[in-house]
């Protein structure tokens, strides 16, 4: 009452059908409905949503990037997950092996399954503007003995400075787990792969 009648002056309240409320989330959807009628406001109680047998939800979205499962959080979003963000300087590392990449930091979010990834790649802003096909590593990046994860993604077909600009990364499918290499040249040998599989999904109607 104190917070939603009095405090926020509501007169409608849509949850979904499993909506938790109060101190151990004691209070559910159809004890809302209760109050609602006490206290003056409305309250819609909206059903479930399943695709494919499976409950539509924020968890099981989050679960399923956590998952390394691109395809099943963009079934459920009705869109690709997308990060977001302004490029970064990093260490160039990728540059010195052929590969550079636009770092972007993932402070604040979820993380998705730590990995590389084929990903399509909205630049939003400055001369490059436009949309592009990628393959981009999620992580701490264990070769070179990385910390705080982040997102270096290398633009297929695409020379130019992205630095200070904001991209747009949405994760299409997910290629393969962080791996720790013998040395540089298998790195780069399996960054090869990584582009050419990431090409074949992209490329895919």
């Known amino acids: 009452r104190t917070v939603l009648a009095e405090g926020l002056g509501i007169s409608h309240v849509v949850v ?11 209070g559910t959807a159809q004890d809302l ?3 609602g009628d006490r206290f003056g406001f409305a ?3 909206a059903p479930l949503v399943e695709i494919a047998g499976r409950e539509v939800s924020s968890t099981a979205i989050r679960q399923a ?4 499962r691109p395809r099943d959080a963009a079934d459920m ?5 997308r990060i977001e963000g302004e490029v970064i300087h990093g260490e160039k590392r990728g540059r010195e092996l052929g590969y550079p990449t636009a770092n972007m930091a993932l402070s604040g979010l979820h993380l998705p399954r730590f990995g590389v990834y084929a990903v399509k790649v909205d630049v939003l802003t400055g001369p490059h503007a436009g949309a592009y096909m990628g393959a981009a590593s999620l992580g701490v990046r264990p070769m070179f003995a990385g910390e705080v994860p ?3 993604t290398f ?14 990364v949405a994760l299409v499918d997910f290629l393969r787990p ?3 290499f013998d040395g540089l040249p298998a790195l780069i040998t399996q960054m090869d792969a990584d582009c050419a599989k990431a090409r074949i999904i992209l490329a895919a109607p």
Do not use: M, P, Q, W
């Open 155 to 168: 633009l297929l077909d695409f020379k130019g400075d992205l630095y200070g600009h904001h991209l747009s």
């Open 150 to 152: 982040n997102l270096e």
């Open 43 to 45: 309250t819609t109680i």
């Open 65 to 68: 990037l956590t998952d390394g």
């Open 77 to 81: 979003l009705g869109h690709l997950h």
């Open 33 to 35: 409905r209760a109050l």
């Open 16 to 26: 979904g059908a499993d909506f938790c409320f109060g101190k151990g989330r004691a």
């Open 178 to 180: 962080e791996l720790k």
